[in-house]
Nanobody
Framework: QVQLVESGGGLVQAGGSLRLSCAAS????????MGWYRQAPRNQRELVAT???????NYADSVKGRFTISRDNAKNTVYLQMNSLKPEDTAVYYC???????????????WGQGTQVTVSS
């Protein structure tokens, strides 16, 4: 069994910062890519940022220069530092990890339960 648990969401004023964390636990053999997605009310889930096992990063245009994704491989944890937050960043943020467990030989995608980020104007 694998679990991804997010933390760090909350309410912040526009221009403020938040740091999200997501720890993967369970019978994990190897973690490949990790990432963050978000979903605002009435919108589809969208990519925010991804980071490869070699720490190559990719960002949505809307967050470039404001958000930074990083990871700690020893802890199977991914972070999202969010600066200069805007009201339009308000959404539920989900972390995801593509990983291989000790029971399988293939990669599978896992998702966290989501954490709410609300930016007030």
């Amino acid at each position: 069994q694998v679990q991804l648990v997010e933390s760090g969401g909350g309410l912040v004023q526009a221009g403020g910062s938040l740091r999200l964390s997501c720890a993967a636990s369970g019978r994990i053999f190897w973690v490949n890519a990790m990432g963050w997605y978000r979903q605002a009310p009435r919108n589809q889930r969208e990519l925010v940022a991804t980071i490869s096992s070699g720490s190559s990063t990719n960002y949505a245009d809307s967050v470039k220069g404001r958000f930074t994704i990083s990871r700690d491989n020893a802890k199977n944890t991914v972070y999202l530092q969010m600066n200069s937050l805007k009201p339009e960043d308000t959404a539920v943020y989900y972390c995801t990890a593509s990983l291989r467990t000790r029971a399988t030989s293939t990669l599978a995608d896992y998702w966290g339960q989501g954490t709410q980020v609300t930016v007030s104007s």
